[in-house]
């Protein structure tokens, strides 16, 4: 073993990787954190409120007390993440500080800046950014994050949005794969991208960091959905606190994750869960409302 | 029980080319980065085969246990009852290879208390043990046995192996001298991840244990 770099692209890319598969969940207690860690959750964000809750309380959501963070980081033994708002510096200062295992720049809090996200390149902890598209994705890769997730409409137990999302990167990747070279540099233009990590995905056919899916997925089925549509991993958040048994419906979305294209399976994970998660019409949330909006 | 060893001797670089028949590799595929060692399974010239449950495990030659997180895979390994017919493949002579989460899930011994699961490679690990993410690394793994050229090792919130037995062969060593890649008898298990790399030789390796294998039972 010769010379020895920590924290490097290829380590936080590769945390990603590790996560491939499997379902991160939104977690408020370390009780909860146990209980998603038992069902077979690869991962958990840390949070004072799942996002119907933040959608309900109103106000400036902001980062987690640090004192919550440190309690769930002591429960569990898998990775533990937690949000910052949109180019909020020092809360991800402190959340580095922490040692979380990675950071979500997350538009489920109020934004800090309306015009800039953090420069994650200049952290040691790797970043996970919500996209609606992909120039948007192509943009949070640029600046550094190591992993992106569709954002879908958080807190609504309401797929389309991710839906809408998923589909939206994944048409932009195959028509970029389809592009001659000298077709890319207008391409970037257009998707208001840097025209590097633009020629990256063309060339891979992929993200080069991997893809997951976010925001509305309430059932086993929509596990599966997002990951038939391209989906590497899965976020829950209200999706299995707010249901009527969190741990049956923790441990079926698991199963239905990792087995997304065995109905079989599928058929039996989804019987006898009780009620979901109340869902949201899109259309009864304000426009002001929307979460998915923010972000730039 | 750790399984006793029958050292074979490394067999010569077999071009996997001109292999009589297509191997076929599982990768255990219940999370982690499978995609990754199915593409390196892919770039030798043999075929990856997902094994979600026990009946994936029919008909391959050697099996895969890739990085990931080994608490979720561990729960999930026994949700699906894939713990004994994995044994069960090991016991006869399938080799086995695990990278990370996957050379937890071989270990015999776990430091922190948990439960081991395989028990197919006689070392204890603490899972962890380099530390965080923030401790997560990248460092040249010289193997000897693989050629003068290094590997490139990506460590992420790697196991440290604490102790490893007399059966088994250590390929590689951290700076402070802890084993980073070993070997016992057929099963083949890394603290890093080659498959996030271009560099093929610890798959190749795999490969030539199924030869090896061939060699001293017959066709």
Known sequence: ?296 | MPQPASVPTLAPRADPGTQSKRRRIGILALQGDFREHANAIRAIDAEPVLVRLPRDLVGIDALILPGGESTTMRKLVDRYGLREPIAALARGGAPVFGTCAGMILLADRITDGDEPVLRLLDIAVQRNGYGRQLDSFESDVEIPELGDEPLHGVFIRAPVVTDAGPEVQVLARDQSGRPIAVRQGKVLATAFHPELTDDRRMHRLLLELIEAERGTTGP
Not at chain 1, 255 to 268: F, S, V
């Open chain 1, 1 to 296: 073993m010769a010379i020895i770099e920590t924290s490097t692209w290829a380590t936080k890319v590769g945390l990603a990787r590790m996560l491939s598969g499997g379902v991160i969940m939104d977690v408020v207690t370390a009780d909860h954190a146990r209980i998603a860690e038992e069902a077979g959750a690869v991962a958990v964000m840390a949070l004072e409120r799942v996002p119907s809750d933040i959608r309900k309380f109103g106000g400036v959501a902001r980062m987690s007390d640090p004192k919550l963070i440190e309690e769930i980081k002591d429960a569990v033994s898998i990775p533990v993440m937690a949000k910052c708002r949109i180019g909020h510096i020092a809360e991800a200062q402190i959340l580095q500080q922490l040692e979380v295992d990675f950071i979500d720049e997350s538009e489920v809090l109020t934004p800090a800046d309306e015009e800039h996200h953090i420069d994650k390149h200049q952290f040691r902890v790797p970043f996970v950014c919500g996209c609606r598209d992909l120039g948007e994705a192509l943009r949070r890769i640029g600046e550094g994050a190591a992993m992106i997730r569709t954002k879908g409409e958080a807190g609504t137990g309401n797929i389309v949005e991710a839906v809408r999302h998923m589909r939206a990167v994944m048409k932009g990747i195959r028509e970029l794969a389809g592009m001659r070279e000298d077709e890319l540099f207008a391409a970037a233009k257009e998707l208001r991208a840097p025209v590097d990590v633009v020629n990256q995905t063309a060339r891979l056919g992929e993200l080069p960091v991997p893809n997951f899916s976010a925001g509305g997925v309430a059932t086993p089925a929509d596990a599966s959905l997002m990951r038939q549509l391209g989906a590497q991993a899965v976020f829950v958040g209200s999706g299995i606190f707010k249901s009527e048994n969190p741990e049956l419906v923790a441990r079926a979305i698991v199963m239905a994750t990792t087995h997304y294209d065995n109905a079989e399976i599928l058929a039996e994970v989804s019987a006898g869960l009780g009620e979901a998660m109340r869902g949201l019409e899109l259309s009864e949330i304000p426009a002001e409302e929307r979460l998915a909006i923010r972000g730039w």
